[in-house]
């Protein structure tokens, strides 16, 4: 098992990004990367247990469960079910944090996961900078 970890500030009030980035259907919104996304069975997108499938913009397809979703501590847990990337007991966490001087908020983004033989790194660089990092650009750019 390996684990990714990535980390930013965010020029902006910790409630205002979670508010962007709380709905778990919304990765089309605040991603570079997805192209569309829907909820599995019509559930509400923030219900513990819903699936999300979502189409990245290179074509792959991937599914995830979430596993907790916290307003209180403005932090989502979710799992991949599906995905070309052939990672297994994928559970990764997102997690916003105050930042009371200058009203920012820190970022943190962290994976653990079983990757295929031989992949360890080339799948650590692409979740850690492909996914995570360049969603964190993003949302940086927005609330620039």
């Given amino acids: 098992m390996i684990k990714v970890y990535t980390s930013t500030v965010i020029a902006a009030p910790a409630d205002v990004v979670w508010a962007r980035v709380r709905d778990f259907n919304a990765l089309p919104a605040w991603t570079p990367f997805v192209a569309d996304s829907r909820i599995e069975g019509g ?3 923030d219900r513990v247990g819903c699936i ?3 189409t ?3 074509g792959g397809v991937i599914r995830e469960q979430l596993l907790t979703l916290s307003d209180y501590d403005f932090q989502c847990t979710y799992s991949i079910l599906d995905s070309p990337m052939g990672v297994a007991n994928y559970v990764a966490t ?3 944090t105050p930042v009371t001087d200058g009203n920012h908020t820190f970022a943190e983004w962290s994976a653990e996961f079983d990757p295929p033989p031989g992949r360890e790194t ?9 996914v995570f990092q360049a969603a964190f650009n993003a949302l940086k750019q927005h609330f620039r």
Avoid: C, W
């Fill in 56 to 58: 990245l913009k290179d």
């Fill in 52 to 54: 999300r499938n979502f």
């Fill in 122 to 130: 080339d799948l650590a660089e692409q979740i850690g900078q492909g």
């Fill in 43 to 45: 559930l509400p997108s």
């Fill in 94 to 96: 997102l997690k916003l």
